[in-house]
């Protein structure tokens, strides 16, 4: 009585560990965005991101210095901290971008989508901002203000005025 006990007992325990080494040596690991590009504190200066989706893209704290990023997708990417001192960002799409805290002095946005972008606390001394679209983006008033006095340019993709965008009067 005491045997076919133990031999039920230890058949059900054996089944319950073959499923469970089964589900463990089959099971493939799931990645919730396998294409995630995350650089960051990365010293990537001086390099080329032309025309690539870096759709949602990490560069926080980047050292991103000259760098090209000329019609690329950077879309929800976070820019957190980076440095784009003479970055190229023209044709870039920006669209609800975390830029906040970011240096881009001397930078080309020429003709850059940032709309819904979060630009708190960001530098955009002698940018280039020709046909930029800062429509509906957070940026320090006094950053508008110091980037009205040169706003200019209609953006080709969106078709609103860079004034416009900036609430120039």
Not at 5 to 18: A, N
Not at 52 to 69: D, I
Not at 114 to 139: C, L, N, P
Request: with cysteine; hydrophobic share 45%; proline share 1%.
């Amino acid at each position: 009585m005491f045997k076919s006990f133990f031999r039920r007992i230890f058949s059900v325990l054996m089944i319950i560990i073959l499923a469970i080494a089964w589900v463990l040596l089959d099971a493939s690991p799931v990645l919730a965005q396998e294409s995630t590009i995350n650089h960051t504190y990365g010293d990537l200066a001086n390099q080329d991101f032309s025309h690539q989706n870096l759709k949602r893209g990490v560069f926080a704290a980047a050292n991103l210095r000259g760098s090209t990023f000329e019609g690329a997708d950077l879309s929800y990417s976070i820019l957190t901290e980076g440095i784009l001192l003479n970055a190229n960002l023209s044709d870039a799409n920006l669209t609800g971008a975390l830029v906040d805290r970011v240096t881009l002095d001397f930078a080309n946005l020429t003709n850059a989508i940032f709309v819904d972008a979060i630009a708190t606390r960001t530098r955009f001394y002698d940018t280039i901002i020709t046909g930029a679209d800062f429509s509906d983006a957070v940026i320090d008033s006094y950053q508008v203000t110091l980037m009205c006095k040169y706003a200019d340019g209609v953006n080709p993709v969106t078709g609103v005025a860079t004034r416009d965008s900036l609430g120039c009067h």
